[in-house]
């Protein structure tokens, strides 16, 4: 059959859990056999969300092709188990790049560029690339923001245009809050019908509802909200609060929204029938687990979603070891040779985070010197194993001042250092070492034990490494690179012989983390924290 696809807006305000319905709704049509893609289209003026500051933004995900990206992307595939990539995440700016560098071409013969027809057609070009393949039945586009921001017009102009070009094939979620006024005791529609009637106003009259709320909503509501915004009753659908976002599918699947879906297609949903049983089964082993271990994670950005794919992954390798993870977040910068006992004795496993800059890295160094110390499971992770390599300089090897280059330049012992191919770059922007790496494992490792072969693809975001100078010094020392890139000879990860587990990595094995296939290196990780 044709390519469909399904477009996902969110009115009212953000942060409804677009994505969350989005990666929903693509795990349902997977489960019924269907192939499905999802991307996300940003409104931003950024190429990319690798310069924002992660208390702006959150995490930046990065795809196996070496896209930086929204962190979406990340719940797009954990859900799914789909492997993105550049094409799946485009913003504003990169919209407005590639219509920007043909006309400096020449490509537009002399014509005046417009948001209509040049940037609408780019985008929908865009919005269209992953079904020209032939590869998928399904593509969901989740569009960033709200109804009614000024940024995201040409989107939902480019929406508008592809329902009129693409009537048997297109088709519009859109995603609502009912709030609940206590002092009133009342649930409010008002929000949801306003949201809707904006939408309309741009020509685009949204063929299934989601309405968001803490409470839930009573079938007259739903049909009121129905008869309001002419939509179809059996088409309005809420999504409460729930427990795990894991529990979003399932609940979209009892109210039927991948039927509506398809039924809006013109597909019989009788014809296939959703196998969600991996996933049932994964959230009943979520539930039933009854022991408990009580990791940290040692980083500088207080902010929740700065840690997404890391706090995931650790609750992924939870699950299937059937514990629940209590993952408790420590502010590197307040941690002190005096209170740093207090604050990670109580932790059965550390995780040292991923970050740049200065700030908070010298409470990371105290960190990692007491785990190592005292024999405590860690996991460091990019900045993570740099921090456990610095540390181990200074207070193994006796490389008083040992740094990386990135904290202090004139440093007399640059364990840490800019790869060379990046001393010449000027650019922030996209010019890391990024996307997926080989690595060679060394046997008799616990790298090995956690992978169980000699070679894995891992994806990176960084620019400075171990400074192989002083690989001899630190193996013979017991401080072990166990894991090096073939083609660079580059160190990826380090490891202490003599401890029960103090694991380094300079990748960022959180990526590759899903819902039905936890990493092993964090299934590892948990296993030694509960031991």
Known sequence: MDAKYIFVTGGVVSSLGKGIISASLANLLQSRGYKVTIQKFDPYINIDPGTLNPYEHGECYVTIDGQETDLDLGHYERFTGIRTTRANNITTGRIYQNVIERERRGEYLGKTVQIIPHITDEIKRNMLLLGESGEYDFIITEIGGTVGDIEGQPFLESIRQLRWELPENTLCIH??????????????????????????????????????????????????????????????????????????????????????????????????????????????????????????????????????????????????????????????????????????????????????????????????????EHNVPTLGICLGMQIMAIEFARNVLGMKDANSSEMDANTPYPVIDLMEEQK????????????????????????????????????????????????????????????????????????????????????????????????????????????
């Not at 699947?253 to 049932?280: C, N, R, Y």
């Not at 060679?440 to 994806?459: K, M, T, W």
């Not at 990595?505 to 819902?515: A, D, K, L, N, R």
Request: some cysteine; charged content about 20%; aromatic content about 8%.
């Open 175 to 372: 995603l609502a809050h009912v709030p609940y006024i206590a002092a009133a005791g009342e649930l409010k529609t008002k929000p949801t019908q306003h949201s809707v009637k904006e939408l309309q106003s741009l020509g685009i009259q949204p063929d299934i509802l989601v309405l968001r709320a803490e409470h839930d909503l009573p079938r007259n509501l739903l049909n009121k909200v129905a008869s309001f915004c002419n939509v179809n009753k059996d088409c309005v659908i809420q999504s409460p609060d729930l427990q795990s976002i894991y529990e979003v599918p399932v609940n979209m699947l009892e109210q039927g929204l991948d039927s509506q879906v398809l039924k809006q297609f013109g597909i019989d949903p009788a014809a296939t029938k959703a196998d969600m049983e991996p996933w049932l089964n994964f959230l009943n082993r979520r539930k039933s687990a009854t022991r408990k271990v009580n990791i940290a994670l040692v980083g500088k950005y207080d902010l929740q979603d700065a840690y997404k794919s890391i706090t995931e992954a650790i609750s992924h390798a939870g699950t299937y070891n059937d514990c629940k993870v209590v993952l408790t977040f420590e502010n590197s910068e307040y941690i002190t040779p005096e209170n740093v006992a207090e604050t990670l004795s109580k932790y059965q496993g550390v995780i040292i985070c991923p970050g740049f800059g200065n700030r908070g890295i010298e409470g990371k160094i105290i960190a990692a010197k007491y785990c190592r």
């Open 424 to 531: 010449a770059i000027t650019n922030l922007g996209g010019t890391m070492r990024l996307g997926g790496y080989e690595c060679h494992i060394v046997p008799d490792s616990h790298l090995h034990d956690a992978y169980q072969c000699d070679s894995i693809i891992e994806r990176h975001r960084h620019r400075y490494e171990f400074n192989n100078r002083y690989h001899e010094a630190f193996e013979a020392a017991g401080m072990r690179p166990v894991g090096i890139n073939p083609s660079n000879n580059l160190v990826e990860a380090i490891e202490l012989t003599s401890a029960k587990w103090y694991v380094g990595v300079q990748f960022h094995p959180e990526y590759s983390s899903t819902v039905l296939k936890p990493h092993p290196l964090f299934m590892t990780f948990v296993k030694n924290a509960l031991q």
